[in-house]
């Protein structure tokens, strides 16, 4: 591709400026120019032709999980997914438990050679050598959020790698995030001890549905741990950041709290607003937090289109079909979805009246960059932000199909479904990656995020 070009005939999202009919002027990897339909520039300029489609500021994807496909591998499988998908930013969970100085820098190398798209990392924070290193992660690293398991206790811990923790870690690390400046601590709320208990009591009644799995984490688990995550945090005065939220108790939970400290983040995931805990998936739809009710199903929707939920994430999580095919009580936990969100958004959101092109953009875009510290250069539309673009035909109808979209785990929620509203380019800074569900750009176009704060 040219160092410059124009997007011509397509009508722009601007996630807070509404949308209309614009032509964009893309030079040197960033929005040159805002343009009226038809504006000639100078000198001539190729021209990607965007007629009948929408142009969005480009996705981001700020909930992936790396460490579950081949290593290094999977950073060319996933950022192709991402693509795909029309995501052009992901920001990948890391999980250590000694010091991230040993492995950054590898990281951070192997995935500039052979990601699609731009990519961060957040740092999961589990041990006294995690405190004790946050500065430099912010300061050298770029990175500005960290992960904390509240169901990671004991034993719980040590079965993914990590050191068991308990509440008094969980208030230093946020006492010492809020000196640090305004990182965001995201905060996987689940009360273990609880469920440990409904989990052994259905385990041995010989419970062995999908439903009863998700019985077994009732949302007022979730619920509560939520609850004492924004008490801590209000206590500490940092800001945290809720991923995967499932349940209407929650969402209700976290307005209520807004109204005496408001610097608390909500995110959902696509499967929350799909799927139930009576959908007919079988173990395949094996997640944490489970699926729910269509009663919170609609309180996702709703919370997205009243602004309460602010980002839709995927937990992407790429393993195999084969590690979900078991009995409930052994199979994997997690999904991919990375491209699932946008149809998902389109096909189930917009085309059904739950929520507005503008919010879309703001959830799939603006709020994440914003709230992770990427809003100087992504998320948005205009001058002098990165030509991050995903062009999406409303229209188009077409079946998912894993099996065309190269991520390395080789099944879908969504396998089969036919969705309206699909992402036809990806331009990751003025570069095409994708073109009608084809990989177009190079592996290793993808570069690191720092995101130091402002
Ligand atoms: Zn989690």
């Given at each position: 591709?040219a160092?410059?070009?124009?997007?011509?005939?397509?009508?722009?999202?601007?996630p807070?400026?509404?949308?209309r009919?614009?032509?964009?002027l893309l030079?040197?990897?960033?929005?040159?120019?805002?343009?009226?339909?038809?504006?000639?520039?100078m000198p001539?300029?190729?021209?990607?032709?965007?007629?009948?489609?929408?142009?969005?500021p480009g996705?981001i994807d700020?909930?992936v999980h790396?460490?579950?496909?081949?290593?290094?591998e999977?950073?060319?499988?996933?950022t192709?997914?991402?693509?795909n998908?029309?995501?052009t930013s992901?920001?990948?969970?890391?999980?250590?438990?000694e010091?991230?100085r040993?492995?950054f820098?590898g990281?951070r190398?192997?995935c500039?050679r052979?990601?699609l798209?731009?990519?961060?990392?957040?740092?999961?924070?589990?041990?006294?050598v995690h405190?004790a290193?946050?500065?430099?992660?912010?300061r050298?690293?770029?990175?500005?959020?960290?992960k904390y398991?509240m169901?990671?206790?004991g034993?719980?811990g040590?079965y993914?790698g990590l050191d068991?923790?308990d509440?008094?870690?969980l208030?230093?690390?946020?006492?010492?995030?809020?000196?640090?400046?305004?990182p965001?601590?995201?905060?996987h709320?689940?009360?273990?001890e609880?469920v440990?208990r409904l989990?052994?009591q259905?385990q041995?009644a010989?419970?062995?549905t999908?439903?009863?799995f998700?019985?077994?984490?009732?949302?007022?688990t979730?619920?509560e741990n939520l609850?004492r995550?924004?008490?801590?945090a209000?206590?500490?005065?940092a800001?945290i950041?809720?991923?995967?939220?499932s349940?209407?108790?929650?969402?209700?939970e976290?307005?209520?709290?807004r109204?005496?400290?408001?610097?608390?983040?909500?995110?959902?995931?696509?499967?929350?607003l799909?799927?139930?805990m009576?959908?007919?998936v079988?173990?395949?739809?094996?997640?944490?937090?489970?699926?729910?009710?269509q009663a919170d199903?609609e309180?996702?929707w709703?919370?997205l289109?009243?602004?309460?939920?602010?980002v839709?994430?995927s937990?992407?999580?790429?393993?195999?079909?084969a590690?979900?095919?078991k009995?409930?009580?052994?199979?994997?936990?997690?999904?991919?979805g990375?491209a699932?969100i946008a149809?998902?958004?389109?096909?189930?959101?917009?085309?059904k009246?739950r929520?507005?092109?503008?919010?879309?953009?703001?959830?799939f875009?603006?709020n994440?960059?914003r709230i992770f510290g990427l809003?100087?250069?992504?998320?948005n539309?205009a001058?002098g932000?990165?030509?991050?673009?995903t062009?999406v035909?409303?229209?188009?109808?077409?079946?998912?199909?894993p099996?065309?979209l190269g991520?390395?785990s080789?099944y879908?929620l969504y396998?089969g479904?036919t969705?309206?509203?699909?992402p036809t380019?990806t331009?990751v800074r003025?570069?095409?990656m994708m073109?009608?569900q084809r990989i177009?750009?190079?592996?290793?176009?993808g570069r690191?995020?720092?995101?130091?704060?402002?």
């Amino acid at each position: 591709m040219a160092r410059s070009c124009v997007v011509r005939n397509g009508t722009v999202v601007f996630p807070e400026g509404g949308t209309r009919p614009a032509d964009l002027l893309l030079a040197d990897g960033v929005i040159a120019a805002i343009l009226r339909p038809g504006e000639p520039v100078m000198p001539e300029a190729e021209t990607i032709d965007a007629g009948g489609l929408h142009v969005f500021p480009g996705f981001i994807d700020a909930h992936v999980h790396f460490g579950y496909a081949e290593p290094d591998e999977e950073y060319t499988t996933e950022t192709r997914y991402a693509a795909n998908g029309g995501v052009t930013s992901i920001v990948a969970y890391l999980l250590h438990n000694e010091s991230y100085r040993e492995i950054f820098a590898g990281r951070r190398a192997e995935c500039e050679r052979r990601a699609l798209v731009d990519f961060g990392f957040h740092f999961a924070a589990s041990s006294e050598v995690h405190l004790a290193e946050m500065e430099t992660w912010m300061r050298d690293y770029g990175v500005n959020s960290f992960k904390y398991f509240m169901q990671y206790k004991g034993e719980e811990g040590r079965y993914v790698g990590l050191d068991g923790t308990d509440d008094g870690f969980l208030y230093d690390l946020l006492q010492r995030a809020a000196k640090l400046g305004d990182p965001c601590l995201v905060v996987h709320p689940e009360n273990i001890e609880v469920v440990n208990r409904l989990r052994r009591q259905a385990q041995m009644a010989g419970k062995s549905t999908l439903k009863e799995f998700c019985l077994a984490k009732p949302p007022f688990t979730e619920a509560e741990n939520l609850l004492r995550a924004m008490y801590f945090a209000e206590h500490a005065g940092a800001r945290i950041y809720i991923p995967h939220l499932s349940c209407a108790m929650g969402l209700e939970e976290a307005r209520r709290y807004r109204g005496r400290y408001g610097r608390i983040h909500l995110e959902t995931c696509p499967h929350y607003l799909t799927h139930t805990m009576d959908s007919d998936v079988g173990p395949i739809g094996k997640t944490n937090p489970p699926l729910r009710t269509q009663a919170d199903l609609e309180a996702m929707w709703a919370g997205l289109a009243d602004g309460s939920i602010e980002v839709v994430g995927s937990d992407h999580v790429p393993r195999k079909r084969a590690t979900k095919e078991k009995n409930i009580w052994q199979a994997s936990n997690g999904l991919p979805g990375t491209a699932a969100i946008a149809p998902v958004l389109f096909s189930e959101g917009y085309h059904k009246g739950r929520i507005t092109l503008a919010r879309i953009a703001r959830v799939f875009s603006l709020n994440p960059a914003r709230i992770f510290g990427l809003a100087r250069r992504k998320g948005n539309i205009a001058v002098g932000m990165d030509a991050d673009l995903t062009l999406v035909d409303l229209d188009r109808v077409k079946t998912f199909d894993p099996a065309e979209l190269g991520s390395h785990s080789d099944y879908s929620l969504y396998e089969g479904w036919t969705m309206r509203g699909w992402p036809t380019m990806t331009l990751v800074r003025g570069v095409a990656m994708m073109k009608d569900q084809r990989i177009v750009g190079p592996a290793g176009h993808g570069r690191y995020l720092s995101r130091p704060l402002s």
